[in-house]
């Protein structure tokens, strides 16, 4: 018996709409639904009778498996279609994965009610028993915790929102995500560890007793040394980042369209690639002029186990920023060298006095550095 065509199709109707459907309905459907007969427009037209197979062109469309099964066309046809609507659900299940990911995440979550200053969380008659230097001091340490937050945020934002992104959608080659992204797994890695361990002293209290402990042990040794590796390498290729990122939105349709879709989702805050790089490269500039004015309003005397240690944490913190700014300048020196190397002509030599040459690949051999540009 022939399916009603309504119900057969109402599965297609319901996806239409937007409206719940299940895959073992398809599935069903595609198990029920065969080769159909055909009425036979003879006299007798109550009587049912198949196809016949006219031509040798009907046989050859058989379909062969591997095991010499033969499947007619119409069967192979569905066969193919099911699995079609098969992957169909399974990408929609791994974009469906991928947006509870970033909605459940706590750093990429909007945060409507977020406070922006310290005070407004206290009690007003708290505030007027404290000193205008100590609520100075808690507004610092909330700021600092807050910003290094939002930084992480960024971080994410470029992680999950972006690179992923471009990876699933625009389909870019590794190569180019490197180039995008650089160490931002180490990167997210790193940061978060610093947010949760201030987050954790944050929760100790409303009124934080201080946070210079927690900058030298993150700021210092292998931490530290991790710090000046991901920051060096990531403010280093800001260049390339923006140069990359402009000519594939060029020249990269898939890449354009994910951009501009990605400037709709509230979870990037209006931040695309470029600006995020920005934020970024100027976190490592901020540390010692939060930490600085954090320490103008710390008591030497009322804290001094933490003044000891925020005087430890701004000397790390300057350290840092002149390791990465050295890092900065030694890359820009050598893609100046380089390109003196691609300019000069590939015959071109010289002499020294003692009569050896210098030729135009010797620019590069045994790690040559240029020292002043």
């Known amino acids: 018996m022939m399916l009603n065509r309504p119900a057969q199709y ?10 719940p459907i299940q895959q073992a309905e398809v599935t069903d459907l595609f198990s029920t639904v065969g080769p159909q007969p055909r009425r036979n427009t003879g006299s ?16 050859s469309s058989y379909h062969d498996d591997e095991e010499g099964t033969r499947t007619p066309p ?13 992957a169909s659900f399974e990408s929609l299940d791994e974009a469906t994965l991928d947006t509870a990911d970033l909605e459940s995440d706590p ?14 969380t206290m009690d007003k008659k708290v505030l007027k028993k404290m000193s205008k ?10 700021e600092l915790i807050q910003t290094e937050r939002n930084y992480l945020t960024t971080l994410k934002i470029m992680q999950k929102i972006f690179m992923r992104g471009l990876v699933r959608e625009a ?9 995008l992204f650089p160490s931002i797994e180490e990167h997210v890695d790193y940061v978060s560890n610093f947010v949760g361990k201030l987050s954790d002293r944050q929760a100790e209290g409303k009124v934080v007793e201080g946070i210079g402990d927690v900058c030298v042990a993150h700021w210092s040794d292998t931490n530290g040394a991790n710090m000046k590796q991901v920051l060096g390498d990531f403010c280093c290729n800001q260049s390339e980042i923006i140069s990359v990122y402009k000519e594939m939105f060029k020249t990269d349709k898939k890449f354009n369209a994910f ?3 990605c400037d709709k989702n509230p979870l990037t805050r209006r931040q695309g690639i470029p600006e995020c790089a920005l934020l970024v490269t100027q976190r490592v500039t901020k540390y010692p002029l939060m930490l600085q004015t954090l320490l103008d309003n710390s008591s ?4 001094e186990k933490d003044h000891a240690d925020l005087e430890k944490a701004l000397e790390l913190a300057k350290e840092i920023a002149k390791d990465v700014d050295d890092q900065v300048q030694a890359h820009e020196r050598k893609q100046i060298l380089l390109e003196i190397h691609e300019k000069m002509e590939p015959k071109s030599t010289t002499q020294f006095k003692e009569g050896r040459k210098f030729t135009r690949k010797d620019l590069l051999k045994r790690k040559r550095r240029l020292l002043y540009s």
């Not at 119409?74 to 098969?86: E, F, G, P, R, W």
């Open 10 to 19: 109402a599965w297609v109707t319901r996806l239409l709409l937007h409206m």
């Open 44 to 59: 007798n037209s109550s009587e049912l009778s198949l196809p016949k197979d006219r031509s040798s062109s009907n046989r």
């Open 74 to 86: 119409h069967t192979a046809y569905l066969n193919n279609m099911k699995d079609v609507i098969s």
């Open 107 to 120: 750093d990429l979550a909007l945060k409507p009610d977020e406070p922006e200053a310290w005070s407004v």
């Open 133 to 142: 230097k100590e609520v100075k001091r808690q507004e610092n340490i909330f």
């Open 171 to 179: 389909h870019c080659d590794q190569q180019t995500i490197e180039k």
């Open 259 to 261: 951009i501009k879709k």
């Open 300 to 303: 030497k005397k009322e804290h």
